[in-house]
């Protein structure tokens, strides 16, 4: 077996001249590394849907709607009927904005088919 071995490295080829080195996808110019900070965010406004006395709903028919739309028991949702005879309105319950919104919504659209004058509204936490 012979064996050819290199004694010398090949010759050095002349180098080209250096840029100074850049950060992937700064486009060749000079840049400036932004710190993240990371920011708070507000917890959404909470909204209560209030349901308003009147002297033409029926009871039953407010402690019915009370607990299909909020899921209430029976005895919860009696309390809040009671309270909304006896003080003129009655939070049922505390929701974001768009869900306070569709629960509304959804009571109103089931008291005109039933053809009671029921009201509903949703107003803000007060915090």
């Known amino acids: 077996m012979n064996f050819n071995m290199a004694t010398k490295l090949p010759p050095k080829q002349p180098a080209a001249p250096t840029k100074p080195a850049q950060q ?4 060749g110019s000079d840049s ?3 710190e993240r900070i990371a920011q708070r965010v ?8 209030v349901m308003l006395n009147d002297d033409f709903t029926p009871m039953e028919f407010v402690i ?5 739309f909020f899921g209430k028991d029976s005895e919860t949702a009696t309390q809040i009927m009671l309270k909304i005879h006896l003080d003129g309105k009655g939070v049922c319950g505390v929701y974001s904005r768009d869900v306070a919104a569709t629960k509304v919504d959804q009571v109103m659209d089931a008291a005109q088919k039933a053809g009671h004058p029921l009201q509903c509204v949703s107003e803000p936490v007060q915090g």
Do not use: A, C, H
């Not at 992937?24 to 486009?27: E, L, Q």
């Open 32 to 34: 400036v590394v932004l």
């Open 24 to 27: 992937p996808g700064t486009g």
């Open 42 to 49: 507000q917890p959404p406004s909470m909204y209560q849907v």
């Open 64 to 68: 019915v709607v009370i607990q299909e």
